[in-house]
């Protein structure tokens, strides 16, 4: 099947005053309607700038697309027309952010944002747009809709916020949702309900799902692909089964070690040793070695490239045939 959105090599960087940043290098995702990647990594791994690159919000200064391209129904959008780009954005590709009451407007009803878009963007009449806004809310859950379409975003929870959010993003009905860490803000039962929704909603509208998130809890409940990234790289990718059955890099054997599961006593658990490297100081030769517990002398002056291992898998290790076959 053909991707509904393909990254290919994108790397961005961030001017500093203590010179430029990659923040994101070589990164290569394909997306899939009706799938679920999940975008894992430890924060300041790049996940995030990648979306937000995506969705062309780090198209001017302190940012640049250095490399690459984003390819979506026939378009690039690094080199696409402002008109393009604004055509795409929440009609072909939108986007959840972790904090829905800053993403919101205090000032206006959330059926009145809700409302806005749709005329604007889809010519609706003021009451065709109003209808549509509640019918958007009961589809996200939101009891008493019809009520509550003239609330105020501080009105409501958190997670009812989010559910908000997750309605404009839809409202469009993109082809593509991006769901930027969308649950951590939430207490647990409202981040499985909101996970369950996105879900539901991918089902019904056969939309392509990225799930960015640090949680492998939540990449085991939800997602059908996986993308590892740290240290702006991707470091591994493969199927979610697939990888929870048969890591080939070590850093996610470590997070899958680290993982808390009901089979397995708290003091078992196990975290992989020192904190991810900012951009400005990743260490030379593999990013992850001073954390690793397979590295070897090369890792310390050779980068590894990202390379194949088995159909659909693949892992930038030095070592990566040998953690795949256990034998690291
Ligand atoms: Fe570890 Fe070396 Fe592989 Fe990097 S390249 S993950 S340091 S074994
Ligand atoms: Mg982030």
């Not at 923040?23 to 009706?34: H, I, K, M, S, T």
């Not at 878009?117 to 003021?126: E, H, I």
């Not at 517990?293 to 990202?306: L, T």
């Not at 045939?321 to 256990?326: A, N, P, R, T």
Request: net charge negative; proline share 6%; aromatic share 4%.
């Amino acid at each position: 099947d053909e991707a509904a959105l393909s990254v290919r090599a994108l790397s961005v960087e961030f001017a500093t005053r203590e010179g430029p940043v990659r923040a994101v290098r070589d990164v290569a995702l394909d997306v899939y309607a009706g799938r679920t990647l999940a975008i894992l990594g430890e924060s300041g791994s790049g996940k995030s700038v990648t979306a937000l690159t995506i969705m062309g919000l780090l198209d001017s200064p302190p940012a640049r697309v250095t490399s690459g391209s984003i390819m979506f129904e026939g378009a690039d959008l690094v080199t696409a027309t402002e008109r393009t780009r604004m055509r795409v954005n929440g009609e072909g590709i939108a986007m959840v952010f972790q904090d829905a009451l800053s993403a919101l407007n205090p000032v206006y009803t959330v059926g009145n944002q809700i409302s806005e878009l749709l005329r604007v963007r889809r010519g609706l009449s003021r009451a065709a747009a109003r209808a549509q806004a509640i019918e958007l809310m009961e589809r996200v859950r939101i009891p008493a809709a019809a009520r509550r379409v003239d609330d105020y975003p501080h009105q409501f929870s958190g997670g009812m916020r989010q559910r908000i959010m997750i309605a404009l993003a839809v409202a469009l009905d993109p082809r593509v949702l991006i769901a930027d860490e969308p649950t951590t803000a939430l207490d647990v039962t409202v981040q499985a309900q909101i996970m369950e929704l996105l879900t539901e909603l991918r089902r019904e509208n056969g939309m392509g799902l990225v799930l960015i998130t640090h949680d492998l809890g939540v990449v085991a409940e939800v997602a059908d692909d996986v993308t590892v990234m740290y240290s702006g790289r991707i470091v591994e990718r493969g199927t979610v089964e697939e990888l929870f059955q048969r890591p080939a890099h070590p850093y996610t054997r470590g997070l899958l070690r680290s993982m808390p599961r009901p089979d397995r006593q708290d003091d078992e658990l196990w975290a992989i040793p020192g904190a991810p490297p900012s951009s400005l100081h990743a260490p030379g030769g593999c990013p992850f070695h001073p954390r690793c517990d397979a590295a070897v002398d090369r890792c310390r002056s050779d980068q590894p490239e990202f390379e194949l291992i088995a159909a659909g898998r693949g892992s930038a290790c030095h070592r990566s045939q040998e953690v795949f076959d256990g034998r690291a």
